[in-house]
């Protein structure tokens, strides 16, 4: 039986750790050929790797309406045919984007969108409801989200949505979401074991919110690989925010770090990636890891974290002892 974890006040089990789905949208591009996707993907090995995920008992999939300008929600869709009620669908909105070109056009907050893109969501996943559905602009105002609650509730109440969230690292403004919304369950915000967010965990355990850990693995950092990404590939052009690669590579002070600790994420015999995700599974009961996969062998390494379980008390401890080390003096845990 695959760990189970409740989504916050909205009482849905999910599997402890999700399989997050950008990776598997393939290209988006933003001005002056950013990239916003993870390079070419093979839709084959995507839905396959899907079926894996769901059969080491993952019931959790965190998509999002501009994940390939669309596709990667297609793909899930295609993937869950016929096995829909084994999964729990999240799903995001407030990106535009040309689906015919594949490019991002900005962000829309209005209400009207959120309606609009729920309906093109649900058209492209095959289904009649999203289970998760969660504002994807990380730094909007929460007077502009606030906005968006009525509107939020009703399609709760028209069966269109089960519950509903806010991607942001923000504290502050998940709290005041969270207040204003009966149905908010959850909160998603970069998390891992080398960017803890205490303060949004804190908000999570104050109104009951499940906490989607994106980025668990920093972005590919924390599975010891090493090798040159392309230009059509997010990290290999790095926007600011994204500070595990540069130049397509691991940056160097990261990997230090990832050195330092490797050795007590892995002393049971767990890899060096189900160690990262057993220690977000350590540090609060209501962390659901949702990595991304691209691939059958990434999948089954990932999804066995659901066997082993949280990291152990003592690995646990030791890793926050050789990070407290690590950060800066006066640093925040």
Not at 35 to 44: I, L, Q, Y
Not at 117 to 140: A, K
């Amino acid at each position: 039986m695959a760990m189970t974890r409740i989504l916050g006040r909205s009482g849905i089990e999910v599997s402890a750790i999700g399989m997050g789905c950008w990776a598997i949208g393939g290209p988006l591009w933003g001005d002056g050929g950013q990239p916003f996707g993870w390079g070419e993907v093979d839709d084959d090995e995507s839905i396959r790797t899907i079926h894996q995920a769901l059969d080491l008992g993952v019931t959790l999939f965190d998509t999002a309406s501009n994940y390939g300008a669309g596709h990667s929600e297609r793909i899930l869709g295609r993937a869950l045919a016929g096995r829909r009620d084994d999964a729990v669908i999240a799903t995001k909105f407030g990106n535009r984007f040309d689906e015919a070109t594949r490019h991002a056009t900005g962000t829309d907050a209005s209400p009207a969108f959120a309606v609009t893109s729920l309906d093109e969501s649900l058209r492209r996943l095959g289904t009649d409801h999203v289970d998760l559905y969660q504002l994807h602009i990380n730094d909007l105002s929460p007077a502009a989200a606030l906005d968006l609650v009525d509107t939020l509730e009703g399609l709760v109440a028209k069966g269109k949505i089960r519950a509903y969230g806010w991607s942001t690292d923000n504290p502050s403004s998940a709290r005041t979401f969270a207040e204003a919304g009966p149905h908010c369950t959850a909160v998603q915000h970069d998390e891992s074991v080398l960017n803890d967010n205490p303060d949004v965990l804190a908000v999570c355990d104050a109104l009951d919110l499940a906490s989607l850990n994106r980025g668990p693995l920093a972005m590919g950092l924390l599975t010891g690989s090493t090798r040159a990404v392309g230009k059509d590939d997010v990290r290999g052009l790095a926007p600011e925010w994204l500070r595990w690669f540069t130049d397509g590579r691991p940056t160097p002070e990261w990997s230090a770090r990832v050195a330092e600790i490797r050795a007590a994420l892995t002393a049971d015999g767990r890899t060096l990636t189900q160690g990262a995700l057993g220690w977000l599974l350590a540090r609060s009961p209501r962390t659901v890891p949702i990595p991304g996969c691209r691939t059958v062998a990434q999948a089954a390494e990932n999804f066995a974290t659901l066997a082993l379980g949280p990291l152990p008390a003592e690995a646990f401890a030791e890793v926050e002892r050789l990070l407290a080390d690590l950060r800066p003096a006066g640093a925040a845990r």
